[in-house]
């Protein structure tokens, strides 16, 4: 099956270890030199209005898909994704 990115991001992400929906397809990370997928990123919910920054971003990686359907991404992670932290702007003034 061939899949466009634009395709792509419209799959929700389901973790089938235990049928949470971890989001959507937001990104994808690339390795150039080798031109293959490496993860997959479903970027984290805003906190009250994006005010109190966000969730952390999940990123799945590659070899985590179990099968890309025409509705949704199935992925096997027994955690919720390794995860990226983004400090927000009260969060990083907070720590002066």
């Known amino acids: 099956?061939?899949?466009k990115f634009?395709?792509?991001?419209?799959?929700?992400v389901i973790n089938i270890s235990d049928g949470v929906r971890l989001g959507r397809v937001d990104d994808v990370e690339v390795d150039p030199e080798r031109a293959v997928i490496v993860s997959v990123i479903s970027l984290g919910r805003p906190r009250f209005f994006?005010?109190?920054?966000k969730d952390d971003d999940i990123i799945i990686p590659w070899e985590?898909?179990?099968?890309i359907g025409v509705d949704a991404i199935l992925v096997r992670v027994d955690y919720r994704?390794?995860?990226?932290?983004?400090?927000?702007f009260l969060e990083e003034w907070l720590r002066q």
Not at 81 to 88: E, I, Q, T, V
């Open 1 to 3: 099956m061939i899949c």
């Open 50 to 53: 994006g005010i109190f920054g």
């Open 64 to 67: 985590n898909i179990e099968i």
């Open 6 to 12: 634009t395709e792509l991001k419209n799959k929700d």
């Open 81 to 88: 994704g390794a995860k990226k932290r983004r400090p927000s």
